[in-house]
């Protein structure tokens, strides 16, 4: 007689996703006091998550799958550089979309800063900070926990699942909003979704980090968060239902419309192929 197939435990998946995030929470506790003493709040919201985050995911993998930080699609492999730039344009692109076309509409202007205290050395460090912060949460949410819950309950029930955490963590930013909250959990889908894909982590990040670039340089919040880098800030004529209020454009209904252009892009470019191991079909027994 032919040996029975043996059934996958249905609440592995949702194990190991939340062993993974209470790891990584755990972590945040510890490394974040330390990086806020050591050098201040941007640098303690941007580097400990992404430690936090490559520790859990690390111990996650070596505990659920006998695998490393780089099965899950961080491997640098022919075609890696490719979808990170990939996604950097895309990501800078749609920011560009967002808040350029305001300036000749009317709906807003620039303006200067007033004694603005602006560094050159601080300007340029930013962006490697801004690419921890997104380096950071790509691994925490669509790095093991999302792959883990995609390989034993489908692709789209964890990327919505996760999409909408994401957005729901945001709600303590400054100036959090219901619409905001809602166009942050639909690019976390939408980052998701990327995966789908590329196979790999490189074309999400790319474009979190485009899109958080560009926002700063542009003169507007990022989430909630104002940092100054160019002395000139975007002063708004059009109401909050256009300019995001204090949370930023993210809270836009401009956002909600270039994120449906933003989608078909992703789905549309031409892309290399990654290997994360946990998309592939796993052992049948």
């Given at each position: 007689m032919p040996e029975p197939v043996k059934r996958r435990d249905p609440l592995r998946p949702l194990l190991g996703a939340a062993t993974?995030?209470?790891?990584?929470?755990?972590?945040?506790?510890?490394?974040?006091?330390?990086?806020?003493?050591?050098?201040?709040?941007?640098v303690a919201t941007t580097v400990p998550p992404l430690v936090a985050a490559a520790i859990a995911s690390s111990l996650s993998m070596a505990i659920f799958e006998s695998g490393g930080l780089a099965d899950l699609g961080l491997d640098w492999i022919t075609g890696s550089g490719r979808n990170l730039l990939t996604g950097i344009a895309l990501g800078a692109c749609a920011a560009m979309?967002?808040?350029?076309?305001?300036?000749?509409l009317g709906m807003a202007s620039y303006q200067t800063i007033p004694?603005?205290?602006?560094?050159?050395r601080a300007t340029l460090f930013l962006p490697v900070?801004?690419?921890c912060g997104a380096m950071g949460e790509e691994i925490a949410f669509r790095g093991f926990p999302l792959q883990f819950l995609m390989r034993g309950y489908g692709s789209w029930a964890a990327i919505l699942t996760t999409g909408t955490l994401f957005g729901l963590a945001h709600g303590i930013n400054p100036g959090a909003t219901t619409i905001g909250l809602v166009n942050t959990g639909l690019f976390g889908i939408l980052f998701g979704a990327s995966i789908l894909r590329s196979r790999d982590l490189w074309l999400p990040i790319g474009m979190h980090f485009g899109w958080n670039l560009l926002l700063p340089f542009l003169g507007v919040?990022?989430?909630?968060l104002t940092?100054?880098?160019?002395?000139?800030?975007?002063?708004?004529?059009?109401?909050n239902?256009?300019?995001?209020?204090?949370?930023?454009p993210e809270a836009s209904v401009l956002t909600s419309g270039v994120l449906v252009l933003l989608a078909v892009a992703v789905w549309k470019v031409p892309l290399a192929r990654?290997?994360?191991?946990?998309?592939d079909e796993p052992p049948s027994a």
């Open positions: 993974c995030a209470i790891l990584y929470w755990a972590l945040v506790q510890i490394l974040l006091p330390v990086g806020r003493f050591m050098a201040g709040e941007l979309l967002v808040v350029l076309p305001t300036i000749p004694n603005a205290d602006i560094s050159w900070l801004l690419f919040e990022l989430s909630g940092i100054g880098v160019t002395g000139y800030k975007l002063v708004w004529k059009a109401g239902l256009w300019s995001g209020g204090e949370y930023g990654g290997r994360a191991v946990l998309l």
